[in-house]
Nanobody, 127 residues
Framework: QVQLVESGGGLVQAGGSLRLSCAAS????????MAWFRQAPGKEREFVAA????????GYADSVMDRFTISRDNTKNTLYLQMTSLKPEDTAVYYC????????????????????WGQGTQVTVSS
């Protein structure tokens, strides 16, 4: 089992920045591919960003490309999402997710491919 706890959400003005963190415990963090997803009110959950075991490979949704950066610190068992140039449409609950297995170089972009989820952290961007 892996336990995931997100933090760092809050209220920010459009154009501002936030950094989300996801603390993992329970298993060897470095063996897990990780990702961020988000869900806005009335909408389906959507992929935001993903990263492989070592952090050498990353992927992003088109909507956040060049604004968000996913990273991880395996020595601290922590996943990060640096968000800049935030827009009102980025308002959502943000979730981190983890999965083991698969090639070491891969990241995964479908929520169905993840086994463990955090409880989410709210990000609200005002216009």
């Amino acid at each position: 089992q892996v336990q995931l706890v997100e933090s760092g959400g809050g209220l920010v003005q459009a154009g501002g920045s936030l950094r989300l963190s996801c603390a993992a415990s329970g298993r060897t963090f470095s063996n897990y591919a990780m990702a961020w997803f988000r869900q806005a009110p009335g909408k389906e959950r959507e992929f935001v960003a993903a990263i492989n075991w070592s952090g050498s490979n990353t992927g992003y949704a088109d909507s956040v490309m060049d604004r968000f950066t996913i990273s991880r610190d395996n020595t601290k068992n922590t996943l990060y999402l640096q968000m800049t140039s935030l827009k009102p449409e980025d308002t959502a609950v943000y979730y981190c997710a983890a999965r083991g297995g698969g090639p070491y170089y891969r990241y995964f972009t479908s929520g169905n491919e993840y086994y463990y989820w955090g409880q989410g952290t709210q990000v609200t961007v005002s216009s």
